[in-house]
């Protein structure tokens, strides 16, 4: 099921026509080998929660080739820090190489590994963590990460309606159980204010209060 009308999100798409060359040659490199990435509704929308809460420090659970950093970056400066992370070396290649086309001017540090176990190890707090890892680690990842923020910081969580099976009670595979179970937690807990974004796959945004 898609969440979005296919006609409204391409003419919603074509609005971000103008957006630079380097994030359409990564996209047209992740369509060809069927790599998920954010695409661009998703990426002005992390970009538009940077700049709106000024975001300094910034940790990303699921890097890929650098796709959604690159939009946390873009009119960001050496002030701000992302800090990426993903299992793959050869990932990790690619993604500087694209920053280094790109010239991104924040700094970046591309952490190799797990991400939960990395968001364990890194210590002080973050403005924004954003969380693109595998569905089923979703609520451990809820669960860390909240700590990890200081007030008024962004988790911010991709696919969390996955097609819309979390609204098909009889869908009980272990992907839509995590988005599930993840949305349950953002909203059941008191130290966050959770929105869900019916944009793409669905974003849940949690502030911490
Ligand atoms: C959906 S892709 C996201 C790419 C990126 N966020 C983007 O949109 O450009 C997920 C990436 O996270 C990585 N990944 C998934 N689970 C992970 C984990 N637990 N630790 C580190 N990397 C992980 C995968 O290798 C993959 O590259």
């Not at 060359?21 to 990435?37: L, R, S």
């Not at 998703?42 to 709106?52: A, E, K, P």
């Amino acid at each position: 099921m898609e969440i979005t009308n296919p006609e409204v999100e391409k003419y919603m798409t074509t609005l971000l026509e103008n957006r630079a060359v380097i994030y359409k040659e990564i996209e047209d490199y992740a369509e060809g080998i069927n790599f998920p990435i954010i695409e661009p509704l998703v990426g002005i929308l992390l970009n538009q929660y940077s700049r709106l809460i000024d975001a300094k420090r910034i940790l990303e659970l699921g890097s890929g080739f650098g796709y959604s950093a690159l939009w946390f970056s873009e009119g960001m400066n050496e002030e701000t820090e992302i800090i990426c992370t993903d299992f793959k070396e050869e990932n990790r290649k690619l993604a500087l190489e694209f920053f280094r086309k790109a010239r991104v001017r924040t700094r970046i540090d591309f952490r190799l590994g797990n991400a939960i176990e990395i968001l364990d190890e890194l210590e002080g707090e973050f403005d924004i963590i954003f969380n693109d890892v595998e569905k089923e680690d979703y609520p451990e990842v809820y669960i860390k990460a909240i700590p990890k923020l200081r007030k008024g910081g962004l988790l911010i969580t991709d696919n969390t309606l996955w097609y819309g099976k979390v609204a098909q009670q009889e869908i009980t595979d272990y992907q839509t159980k995590g988005s599930r179970e993840y949305n349950k937690l953002a909203f059941e807990d008191s130290r966050v204010l959770s929105v869900i974004l019916p944009l793409r796959d669905g974003l849940t945004v949690s502030m911490k209060l």
